[in-house]
């Protein structure tokens, strides 16, 4: 089993920064690829960004420049630090961790709100 627990949600105004983090707990050696996705009022979950256990990170076309996926294995956490924000940016944002042993399973943080509003 692996928890996760997300924090450093909030208000931020457009253009501002503010950055998340993923607290990974458990079994944290069987996570293969940790993700950021968000859920705005209305629309579908879509994914932000993943880092891999190779260290290897994409993110989705509508935050890349903006959006940057870090991780500090000493923590057991994974950030996501978002500069220039946008009112579209809004949603709820999740951590989401893929382990594959002893079988492929799917993990999920709480969520943590992000409003982008002036």
């Known amino acids: 089993q692996v928890q996760l627990v997300e924090s450093g949600g909030g208000l931020v105004q457009p253009g501002g920064s503010l950055t998340l983090s993923c607290a990974a707990s458990?079994?944290?050696?069987?996570?293969?690829?940790m993700s950021w996705y968000r859920q705005a009022p209305g629309k579908e979950r879509e994914l932000v960004g993943t880092?891999?256990?190779?260290?290897?990170?994409n993110y989705v076309d509508s935050v890349k420049g903006r959006f940057t996926i870090s991780r500090d294995n000493a923590k057991n956490t994974v950030y996501l630090q978002m500069n220039s924000l946008r009112p579209e940016d809004t949603a709820v944002y999740y951590c989401?961790?893929?382990?594959?042993?002893?079988?492929?399973?799917?993990?999920w943080g709480q969520g943590t709100q992000v409003t982008v509003s002036s």
């Open positions: 989401n961790g893929i382990s594959l042993v002893p079988r492929t399973t799917v993990y």
């Open positions: 458990g079994s944290i050696h069987s996570i293969a690829a």
């Open positions: 880092v891999n256990i190779g260290g290897s990170i």
